[in-house]
């Protein structure tokens, strides 16, 4: 599968626990995006990474959100201390440039309780 | 940073006739405008993009038109099909063209 790929595709869990997805990009891919969607909304940005590098994070992303890139191949989103307004779903998109267009993975779809 | 709008927010349409979804964007340095299909509980697809150096660019039934001066894009699907019903989105860069900010989407809806 040459795609991008997120783990898992569903998650459910309670009020303050803590949650980590995972991503692997096309692997040629040296960018990598972070979206959050809710129902009837589009992706909102989150972060992203140039190779290992995290260049920007949204003022969405607040203490509670971390994202990795340590290798500069696949990305970490973890979520502590979850609140029932984190339930959304978290996508995954990678690119092979700036300006270019992006190529989601199927998205873990957060539910918070 | 970069502001888009899009509508109409929810499109039916008679199957075979035509279908048009406009966005605006408010950085003038944007340069590269991809358009989104995103079927119920899958992943957002590209269809199209353009970049500002054309105005309009044609892929079978789909086409996208960008009017630089007056910072809007559209998108067309002519002889529209059921399995075109889905939610589309826009979406421009900002940052330098280092990430896309993407519109609210349009809910098409193909009537048989």
């Known amino acids: 599968d040459t795609g991008v790929s997120q783990d898992p595709r569903h998650k459910i869990t309670k009020r303050g626990q803590n949650v980590t997805f995972r991503c692997d990009p096309i692997?040629?891919?040296?960018?990598l995006y972070w979206y959050r969607q809710t129902l009837g909304q589009g992706p909102e940005f989150l972060t992203y990474f140039q190779n290992e590098a995290q260049l920007e994070k949204s003022r969405l992303l607040s203490d509670r959100f971390s994202a990795e890139r340590p290798k500069g191949s696949f990305s970490t989103l973890e979520i502590q201390r979850t609140e029932q307004g984190d339930s959304a779903m978290y996508l995954c998109?990678?690119?092979?440039?700036?300006?270019?267009?992006?190529?989601f993975g199927s998205g873990t779809r957060l539910t918070v309780v | 940073g970069e502001n888009v709008e899009q509508h109409p927010s929810t499109l039916s349409v008679q199957e075979g006739d035509s279908a048009v979804i406009k966005c605006t964007y408010s950085?003038?340095?944007?340069?590269?405008f991809p358009w989104y299909k995103q079927e119920l509980g899958k992943r957002p697809q590209l269809i199209i993009d353009i970049r500002s150096n054309v105005g309009e660019k044609k892929d079978q039934r789909i086409a996208v038109t960008l009017n630089k001066t007056a910072k809007h894009f559209s998108l067309h699907i002519t002889e529209t099909q059921p399995e075109d019903s889905a939610v589309y989105f826009c979406?421009?860069?900002?940052?330098?063209?280092?990430?896309?900010?993407f519109g609210t989407g349009t809910r098409l809806t193909i009537i048989p």
């Open positions: 950085d003038s340095a944007s340069n590269y």
């Open positions: 998109a990678s690119s092979p440039n700036r300006g270019g267009g992006y190529t």
């Open positions: 692997s040629e891919h040296n960018r």
């Open positions: 979406a421009a860069p900002t940052l330098g063209n280092e990430k896309l900010t």
